[in-house]
């Protein structure tokens, strides 16, 4: 098993329930009421952690609207948008994150935030935060994987379009700096995501490739892909989460709602419970008593000593409590030593020697 990790009071591990995180990312659409009630549907529904972004539109890009900065892709959710204004928006102003931190606290789940570059991990440092997210995008990010790792904190990165190699070093970078405690996340850098292109079959290959904890940051539809995910080994899920997708906002299409959150807590702990070990025969009391039900061996009709046990006289029936059904073409031709009543369990005993 893998090193289990500590964030804030879950423990993150094979032997325990998948860790889940509800990413509010900017679906508060800019009210800090709206970004209260995220955090309580979350605590409601079950998540144990709730996930921000830090960032301004000023960390992230530059206020111009020439090439590369206007999203072009007909396919985007996003298409036309410049990346500063889509940036301004999406943001959640850095003097919430205390107040949203709070609220968590209030319901018992941990929170943290994915940084975006170094004055946010500083700002976040200050809030004592227990554990850093690396967003997919910033997974080659060297200089700022540095600054995290050398806080000593669990660090949670999603993989996103990064190659084997590109991880590689990362996850090295991360650990020569001080970070003995790494999760990785398989990730689909699309938004949604379709489930033939989320591969969780490479989840336990990357837990064993990397030697770390591994997870789903999930932006595919409903709940299907998490589930599976934890049946391939994840201990964490990320799923983005919103209080209803009619509301809009940046990410409100491939975002959980109330219900679907509480149903991926409740089914991914079933998926975990379900994965047990290699066993075969009975696996607790309660799956023994159901042994009755097998067939076995009956004695039919009335039997007489020294007469032949035929079709007619022996048959294989339920309950189990006589001999097993392998013995019946045995038995069949061989004669009875004493007399024996229809009900009776048939034993080896009860035929004659000769």
């Known amino acids: 098993m893998k090193k289990e990790i500590k964030i804030g009071k879950f ?7 998948p860790f889940v995180i509800a990413e509010m990312s900017g ?3 800019q009210s800090i009421e709206r970004a209260f009630a995220i955090v309580d549907a979350a605590a409601a529904a079950g998540a144990h952690a709730l996930k921000l972004q830090t960032y301004t539109a000023d960390t992230m890009t530059l206020n111009v609207k020439s090439e590369g900065f206007t999203i072009e892709d007909n396919n985007s959710l996003w298409k036309g948008r410049s990346l500063y204004d889509l ?3 999406a943001h959640t102003p850095w003097d919430w994150h205390k107040k949203i931190f709070d609220r968590c606290k209030e319901h018992g789940m941990v929170a943290f935030s994915s940084p975006f570059d170094d004055s946010a991990v500083d700002f976040l440092e200050s809030l004592d935060v227990p554990a850093f997210k690396v967003a997919s995008f910033e997974n080659t990010y060297i200089p700022m994987i ?3 790792a050398r806080l000593g904190k669990p660090m949670i990165i999603s993989t996103g379009m990064a190659t084997v190699g590109e991880l590689e070093y990362t996850v090295k970078i991360a650990k020569e700096n001080g970070c003995e405690d790494i999760i990785l996340l398989k990730c689909t850098s699309t938004y949604p995501a379709t489930p033939a292109d989320t591969n969780i079959r490479t ?3 990357m837990r064993e490739l990397f030697d770390v904890q591994v997870g789903l940051s999930d932006h595919t539809m409903g ?6 995910a ?4 994840a201990t964490v899920v990320e799923k983005h989460f919103t209080l209803a997708r009619a509301d809009g906002g940046v990410d409100s299409t491939f975002s959980l709602e109330p219900a679907e959150l509480k149903i991926l807590v409740d089914e991914t702990e079933r998926a975990w419970q379900a994965l047990g070990g290699v066993r075969y025969g009975t696996t607790s009391a309660q799956e023994k008593k159901s042994l009755q039900f097998r067939r076995s061996i009956y004695v039919a009709k009335p039997v007489q000593q020294g007469e032949a046990f035929t079709a007619e006289n022996i048959r294989c029936v339920r309950p189990g409590l006589g001999l097993e059904t392998r013995y019946y073409e045995d038995l069949i031709g061989k004669k009875a030593n004493r007399n024996i009543a229809p009900g009776t369990p048939m034993s080896l005993e009860y035929v004659t020697s000769q």
Do not use: L
């Open 223 to 228: 709940c299907g892909a998490a589930i599976a």
């Open 11 to 17: 423990t993150v591990g094979e032997g325990h329930r």
């Open 146 to 148: 540095k600054k995290i």
């Open 27 to 29: 679906n508060h659409n």
């Open 230 to 233: 934890v049946a391939m080994g």
């Open 203 to 205: 989840i336990p290959h």
């Open 87 to 89: 940036y301004q928006e």
